[in-house]
């Protein structure tokens, strides 16, 4: 029984869905959103406040300017896309402390917040604190 407890837990402590993302962009401000997706992906849309940073570009000199006290969220599209588990794989093994946002980009607008980008969805809209 300890090791399934112990399962949940971790697991929850290294995934937060779109709520807790939403929660925690609106009462912290040691919140980064990253979009592990290509520039085109990002430009077409993209959580809000989040940045570009694609995962087969993260490493040692493109992550130097990156604050590690921070908490790194990473997302993708979604289920079918593991962009995002490659990139929180990268980012904590260079030392930061990284979520993993469960059903990326596709939950976040089926649980109705808005996107930015040239094919913005309104929805219900981050204030983010960061």
Not at 51 to 60: G, V
Not at 98 to 114: C, H, N, Q, T
């Amino acid at each position: 029984m300890n090791n399934q407890i112990n399962y949940y837990r971790e697991k929850l402590e290294y995934e937060w869905d779109s709520a807790d993302l939403f929660e925690n962009l609106e009462k912290r401000t040691d919140i980064v959103v990253i979009d592990t997706r290509k520039e085109f992906a990002y430009d077409q849309e993209h959580i809000p406040s989040s940045i570009n940073f694609p995962h087969r570009t993260m490493d040692e000199e493109t992550t130097t300017h990156m604050n590690r006290s921070k908490i790194y969220v990473c997302y993708c599209d979604g289920i079918g896309c593991n962009g995002s588990t490659k990139g929180a794989l990268k980012m904590a093994k260079l030392g930061f402390n990284v979520r993993e946002l469960i059903g990326g980009l596709d939950w976040w607008k089926r649980d109705g917040y808005s996107t930015e980008g040239n094919e913005a969805t309104s929805g219900v809209e981050v204030q983010c604190a960061c």
